[in-house]
């Protein structure tokens, strides 16, 4: 089969976004699908002896992304590289989006030089959520110092936050900071299109569950507050992390279907 695009080595680098958490699925490496593994179906359907990894650990700050993840990936002689980082330090407060982003180009820089094809993301739009909101702020200066350093570097930006399908909670998992399953196969989508690769993924896939009635989303949210955003609180103020003996469910490249 004549491959219908370049790529035949592909390494995902990152945090929990890129790892597939909110989206478990039991046959998965690690037990979580996610965006970047969709995304390397695809690929891997359209070129023979596709190689995937994806190195990336949930709860991970961009040190330790570019400490850790960085030069193996490289080793890893990949064509086409995604990186998405710096989201877990834009969530802390006091931490400076300028001084973030200036330290993801050294990151990106380093990616760039390889050769590569490399994917970046910015943030979403988090004006719609009741906590995250408050960071709106700070999220788009991120955004406008990444699309300034993708341009430099010829990388291509995955725009998160023109995607507006992710306004919609059923695109979230329950703690909200996490994509669901069809939030990943939307991501999953608007990567491959802006990677200009065709492909049969249809929106809304898996069905998303239905909306909540009122009365029943302000039980959520109380239910979410003690679930969720309190243990969340704990682990930052014990400087903790959620990726705390956690490793990389593909660390090395190979077949997508192999596991």
Do not use: C
């Not at 004549?2 to 046959?27: C, K, L, M």
């Not at 979580?32 to 179906?41: F, L, S, Y």
Request: hydrophobic fraction near 40%; glycine fraction near 10%.
């Amino acid at each position: 089969m004549a491959p219908q695009h370049p790529w035949s080595r592909y390494v995902a680098i990152g945090d929990s976004f890129t790892e597939g958490i909110g989206d478990p699925e039991p046959r998965s490496p690690g037990g979580h699908r996610g965006w970047a593994d969709r995304v390397a179906e695809v690929l891997s359907d359209q070129t023979d002896d596709f190689a995937y990894a994806n190195l990336a650990i949930r709860g991970r700050l961009l040190g330790q992304i570019l400490d850790e993840q960085i030069e193996p990936a490289l080793e890893l002689k990949p064509d086409l590289v995604t990186f998405a980082a710096g989201g877990n330090d834009i969530l802390r407060p006091g931490t400076d989006p300028d001084e973030v982003a200036a330290r993801f180009e050294t990151g990106l820089a380093r990616l760039a030089e390889s050769g590569a094809t490399v994917v970046v993301f910015n943030g979403a739009d988090v004006g719609g959520t009741p906590v995250l909101g408050r960071i709106r702020g700070k999220v788009a200066i991120y955004n406008e110092n990444l699309r300034a350093v993708a341009q430099k570097h010829g990388a291509i930006m995955a725009d998160m936050w023109a995607l507006r399908e992710l306004g919609d909670p059923r695109m979230w998992a329950p703690d909200r900071l996490h994509l669901s399953a069809v939030g990943h196969h939307t991501v999953a989508r608007m990567v491959l299109a802006a990677l200009q690769v065709e492909n049969d993924l249809e929106p809304y896939q898996p069905e998303p569950l239905p909306g909540r009635r009122w009365h029943q989303a302000r039980r959520d949210d109380i239910s979410w507050a003690r679930e969720y955003f309190g243990p969340w609180i704990l682990r930052r103020l014990r400087k903790q992390s959620s990726g705390d003996g956690v490793v990389a469910k593909r660390p090395t490249a190979g077949g997508v279907r192999e596991g």
